[in-house]
């Protein structure tokens, strides 16, 4: 499954990482890609520090954490060296972290995309195939023009788009517990209505979903089975909306 956006900074790592947790919750042997070779976001989201073992002299071994299987760029690097790569090397970076890499039996993969339409996209589509899209977005006029751009990628590609999550939808008053919408809200959700694909809109209206998951992160030792569990599944309900193509999604204010 590729979890992917348009535009950077959307919460797309941070969906992809409980995206995982979800599935492994539901019994599953995840493995968890960071595919962002520029701006790799799974080490701080997971708390790893150490690096990946040689098996062989040429096959890394993943690091296995909260139950997952992950593999990063990130753990090859110190966190703020810059990655000053052209177009090829990132290709074959990616490509030997998908096949060089000893990810054992899985059920499923999450690759955690980087954002925009470009090779690694490209890349992922023709050689690697994913069986679905995961699109991330937010509210603003500006990211859903992204937004729909990397639906139509994937549409144009062949490959189903699966869902679209509104993050950053609402803001709960720590004081008083209005919630109010300082991004706007509900642009997903049309944007998901006017797709050609089946896209599912899924609207954060309460912080509790998206800032849950900071809170509940890895890094920070939290219990996570609470965090896992609040997101994507419970948190996310059928809307009220009369069904039809495409199904939508409401988040629980709870």
Same mark, same amino acid.
């Given at each position: 499954?590729?979890? $992917?956006?348009?535009?950077?900074?959307?919460?797309?790592?941070?969906?992809?990482?409980?995206?995982?947790?979800?599935?492994?919750?539901?019994?599953?042997?995840?493995?968890?890609?960071?595919?962002?070779?520029?701006?790799?976001?799974?080490?701080?989201?997971?708390?790893?520090?150490?690096?990946?073992?040689?098996?062989?002299?040429?096959?890394?071994?993943?690091?296995?954490?909260?139950?997952?299987?992950?593999?990063?760029?990130?753990?090859?690097?110190?966190?703020?060296?810059?990655? !000053?790569?052209?177009?090829?090397?990132?290709?074959?970076?990616?490509?030997?972290?998908?096949?060089?890499?000893?990810?054992?039996?899985?059920?499923?993969?999450?690759?955690?995309?980087?954002?925009?339409?470009?090779?690694?996209?490209?890349?992922? !589509?023709?050689?690697?195939?994913?069986?679905?899209?995961?699109?991330?977005?937010?509210?603003?006029?500006?990211?859903?023009?992204?937004?729909?751009?990397?639906?139509?990628?994937?549409?144009? %590609?062949?490959?189903?788009?699966?869902?679209?999550?509104?993050?950053?939808?609402? @803001? $709960?008053?720590?004081?008083?517990?209005?919630?109010?919408?300082?991004?706007?809200?509900?642009? %997903?959700?049309?944007?998901?209505?006017?797709?050609?694909?089946?896209?599912? $809109? %899924?609207?954060?209206?309460?912080?509790?979903?998206?800032?849950?998951?900071?809170?509940?992160?890895?890094?920070?030792?939290?219990?996570?089975?609470?965090?896992?569990? %609040? @997101?994507?599944?419970?948190?996310?309900?059928?809307?009220?909306?009369?069904?039809?193509?495409?199904?939508?999604?409401?988040?629980?204010?709870?």
């Amino acid at each position: 499954i590729a979890v $992917a956006s348009g535009k950077g900074g959307v919460g797309k790592s941070t969906t992809a990482v409980n995206l995982a947790l979800g599935l492994r919750d539901l019994g599953m042997k995840v493995g968890v890609l960071d595919a962002d070779i520029y701006g790799p976001s799974l080490p701080k989201l997971l708390g790893i520090k150490e690096k990946p073992e040689t098996i062989g002299g040429n096959r890394l071994k993943p690091i296995e954490r909260h139950g997952l299987t992950v593999m990063s760029i990130g753990f090859l690097i110190e966190e703020e060296t810059p990655m !000053i790569w052209r177009g090829p090397m990132v290709m074959s970076a990616l490509t030997q972290m998908l096949r060089e890499v000893e990810w054992g039996t899985l059920d499923v993969m999450v690759v955690d995309m980087p954002p925009g339409t470009g090779d690694v996209q490209l890349t992922m !589509i023709q050689k690697h195939r994913p069986a679905g899209a995961l699109i991330v977005s937010t509210p603003q006029d500006l990211a859903l023009i992204d937004t729909r751009r990397a639906i139509d990628l994937f549409d144009k %590609a062949g490959v189903p788009v699966i869902g679209l999550v509104e993050n950053m939808a609402g @803001y $709960a008053c720590p004081h008083c517990g209005e919630i109010s919408d300082p991004f706007g809200r509900g642009g %997903a959700e049309a944007a998901a209505w006017s797709s050609s694909g089946p896209a599912a $809109a %899924a609207s954060a209206k309460a912080p509790s979903a998206m800032s849950a998951m900071v809170n509940c992160s890895p890094s920070m030792k939290r219990r996570l089975a609470s965090c896992a569990s %609040a @997101y994507p599944r419970s948190v996310i309900r059928p809307s009220s909306r009369p069904s039809a193509r495409p199904t939508t999604f409401a988040a629980a204010s709870g």
